[in-house]
């Protein structure tokens, strides 16, 4: 069962946040530039010890396969749950959404997520690399669109009531589908905002971490 | 409302998708059931092939792009992302591999070059390519004609790391020289690399290629894996190590958690119990030149 988001989580402001970045596998490098750019102190997380010491965490890109395998290996499941559930800031993106997913589709047999998000996720939704692409996206909050990146991205397929939509696909055969969510303290975008310069959706986390946004 | 029509096959999915695949195995296949091993073990990607190069070596003969049937199956077989592997300069062959929806050509020197000067003109292609490189130029060489990943050669179907270890080295040796040379400097290491001047310039100012790199070339054990990432792979390609081993499902699990935790001797001893017998490998000193697979290409 994936742990529930409490209705009500308690955040105390703090200026100088340590941001985990998941390093199981994946593109924790191009997080963690971001996010230092962005004012935050970091760290990657292999292990419970590691995670205990973050004040928020983000879930980078990869194989969501590979990192739920590792995760299960090396116990880290369970001690992402607890921090979810107890209201630890995490953001996800591609991998990392599939990751933060209640529910997926088209996982391998017995895929399992960190959970928290209430949302339906299907892998790979977009195609394979071939079908790859780069467009601009508009996100809530933001004033000017977001240059996007999805490398065979997910998508959301339905969100619960709880959850925020923050952004579409705008044109092309995928139009109108669900790749930027929000629910309380959780943070998820099929794209890839560390590939591109564009430090805005890390800086926002990272105003989540502080307790601002 | 927002005009930008979605673009594909732009350099920054191809790159983008090497750095997805950062920190994880790619493990070579020649079978569905293979691939389902691998995909089970945690690999990031398959590699489809129709012999694992140890074969390659044993059988001789040409060694050609695989049968197309036999990548479908493959691709229907898992959800991780599927490499397939053209001969050197065949375009053809990547055209039919691009074709067919394989994620990532791999332009390898493992099968048999079906050009002597020219390499696949990368750019050209919505997929992206992996080319292998022994040294910093070779690498720059094929970054210049599109490649959007760069792997070590190695020395394939060996099972001896030794190559891959030298071909590591030699490119991180190279990257280093670029970082302490001036402006004026780096023209000149443009000309000895043979390499493009803004490329060598770009390698100076990051202080690492401007593409992912990986290992490849004769890794066989969880601890060739963690070695290749302490000299600073960033993931490892394994290709005849993992099914010409004795039970290749515990060892492809063994490698890819020795790749997350390279730098944890504990982890690397624990997963390296009990794992079998090894491919039993090749001491190069028995290759002659022509069964050298590294030299290929340029």
Not at chain 1, 31 to 44: C, F
Not at chain 1, 177 to 189: C, S
């Given at each position: 069962?994936?742990?529930?988001?409490?209705?009500?989580?308690?955040?105390?402001?703090?200026?100088?946040?340590?941001?985990?970045?998941?390093?199981?596998?994946?593109?924790?490098?191009?997080?963690?530039?971001?996010?230092?750019?962005?004012?935050?102190?970091?760290?990657?997380?292999?292990?419970?010890?590691?995670?205990?010491?973050?004040?928020?965490?983000?879930?980078?890109?990869?194989?969501?396969?590979?990192?739920?395998?590792?995760?299960?290996?090396?116990?880290?499941?369970?001690?992402?749950?607890?921090?979810?559930?107890?209201?630890?800031?995490?953001?996800?993106?591609?991998?990392?959404?599939?990751?933060?997913?209640?529910?997926?589709?088209?996982?391998?047999?017995?895929?399992?997520?960190?959970?928290?998000?209430?949302?339906?996720?299907?892998?790979?939704?977009?195609?394979?690399?071939?079908?790859?692409?780069?467009?601009?996206?508009?996100?809530?909050?933001?004033?000017?669109?977001?240059?996007?990146?999805?490398?065979?991205?997910?998508?959301?397929?339905?969100?619960?009531?709880?959850?925020?939509?923050?952004?579409?696909?705008?044109?092309?055969?995928?139009?109108?589908?669900?790749?930027?969510?929000?629910?309380?303290?959780?943070?998820?975008?099929?794209?890839?905002?560390?590939?591109?310069?564009?430090?805005?959706?890390?800086?926002?986390?990272?105003?989540?971490?502080?307790?601002?946004? | 409302?927002?005009?930008?029509?979605?673009?594909?096959?732009?350099?920054?999915?191809?790159?983008?998708?090497?750095?997805?695949?950062?920190?994880?195995?790619?493990?070579?296949?020649?079978?569905?059931?293979?691939?389902?091993?691998?995909?089970?073990?945690?690999?990031?990607?398959?590699?489809?092939?129709?012999?694992?190069?140890?074969?390659?070596?044993?059988?001789?003969?040409?060694?050609?792009?695989?049968?197309?049937?036999?990548?479908?199956?493959?691709?229907?077989?898992?959800?991780?992302?599927?490499?397939?592997?053209?001969?050197?300069?065949?375009?053809?062959?990547?055209?039919?591999?691009?074709?067919?929806?394989?994620?990532?050509?791999?332009?390898?020197?493992?099968?048999?070059?079906?050009?002597?000067?020219?390499?696949?003109?990368?750019?050209?292609?919505?997929?992206?390519?992996?080319?292998?490189?022994?040294?910093?130029?070779?690498?720059?060489?094929?970054?210049?004609?599109?490649?959007?990943?760069?792997?070590?050669?190695?020395?394939?179907?060996?099972?001896?790391?030794?190559?891959?270890?030298?071909?590591?080295?030699?490119?991180?040796?190279?990257?280093?020289?670029?970082?302490?040379?001036?402006?004026?400097?780096?023209?000149?290491?443009?000309?000895?690399?043979r390499a493009p001047v803004e490329l060598v310039q770009e390698v100076?100012?990051?202080?690492?290629?401007?593409?992912?790199?990986?290992?490849?070339?004769?890794?066989?054990?969880?601890?060739?894996?963690?070695?290749?990432?302490?000299?600073?792979?960033?993931?490892?390609?394994?290709?005849?190590?993992?099914?010409?081993?004795?039970?290749?499902?515990?060892?492809?699990?063994?490698?890819?958690?020795?790749?997350?935790?390279?730098?944890?001797?504990?982890?690397?001893?624990?997963?390296?119990?009990?794992?079998?017998?090894?491919?039993?490998?090749?001491?190069?000193?028995?290759?002659?030149?022509?069964?050298r697979y590294a030299g290929r290409g340029w």
């Open positions: 069962m994936p742990p529930a988001i409490p209705e009500k989580v308690t955040v105390t402001a703090n200026p100088t946040p340590t941001v985990g970045v998941l390093a199981l596998q994946g593109d924790v490098r191009e997080h963690v530039r971001v996010l230092e750019d962005s004012g935050a102190r970091t760290l990657t997380v292999r292990r419970p010890d590691e995670l205990e010491r973050a004040d928020g965490l983000v879930i980078p890109g990869g194989e969501s396969t590979t990192m739920w395998r590792l995760a299960r290996s090396f116990d880290m499941l369970e001690p992402l749950r607890k921090r979810v559930e107890a209201g630890m800031p995490v953001y996800g993106s591609c991998a990392g959404m599939i990751m933060l997913a209640d529910t997926i589709l088209d996982g391998v047999d017995g895929q399992e997520t960190v959970g928290g998000l209430a949302m339906t996720v299907r892998r790979n939704a977009f195609g394979r690399q071939v079908d790859s692409f780069e467009a601009d996206v508009r996100i809530d909050g933001f004033a000017d669109p977001f240059h996007a990146v999805f490398i065979r991205a997910p998508w959301v397929e339905s969100v619960g009531e709880a959850v925020d939509v923050l952004g579409r696909v705008e044109t092309g055969p995928a139009a109108g589908r669900i790749v930027a969510v929000r629910q309380g303290q959780l943070l998820a975008t099929s794209f890839h905002p560390e590939l591109t310069g564009d430090a805005r959706v890390h800086r926002f986390f990272v105003d989540m971490v502080k307790g601002l946004s | 409302m927002s005009t930008s029509t979605p673009e594909t096959g732009t350099a920054r999915v191809k790159r983008g998708m090497a750095d997805m695949l950062k920190g994880g195995v790619i493990m070579d296949v020649v079978t569905p059931e293979q691939a389902k091993i691998a995909e089970d073990a945690g690999a990031v990607a398959v590699m489809a092939l129709e012999r694992v190069p140890a074969d390659i070596r044993k059988d001789g003969g040409v060694a050609r792009m695989s049968d197309p049937d036999m990548i479908d199956g493959i691709i229907a077989a898992v959800s991780i992302p599927v490499m397939a592997k053209a001969r050197i300069g065949h375009f053809v062959e990547a055209q039919v591999l691009q074709a067919l929806g394989v994620d990532y050509v791999d332009e390898s020197e493992v099968l048999t070059p079906a050009d002597e000067a020219h390499h696949v003109d990368k750019w050209a292609f919505t997929v992206p390519f992996v080319c292998g490189a022994t040294n910093l130029g070779e690498a720059l060489r094929r970054i210049a004609e599109g490649a959007a990943m760069i792997r070590s050669k190695g020395e394939a179907g060996t099972g001896n790391v030794v190559e891959a270890t030298r071909h590591m080295r030699q490119i991180r040796a190279d990257i280093k020289r670029l970082t302490q040379l001036d402006e004026a400097e780096l023209f000149v290491a443009a000309k000895e690399l100076a100012r990051l202080g690492r290629l401007p593409v992912v790199l990986f290992t490849a070339g004769g890794i066989a054990t969880p601890a060739d894996a963690a070695m290749m990432m302490q000299l600073g792979a960033e993931g490892v390609f394994v290709g005849s190590g993992i099914f010409k081993s004795g039970d290749p499902a515990k060892r492809a699990e063994a490698i890819v958690k020795a790749t997350t935790f390279h730098d944890d001797a504990d982890v690397i001893a624990k997963v390296s119990r009990g794992l079998g017998e090894a491919m039993v490998g090749i001491n190069l000193e028995t290759l002659s030149e022509d069964q």
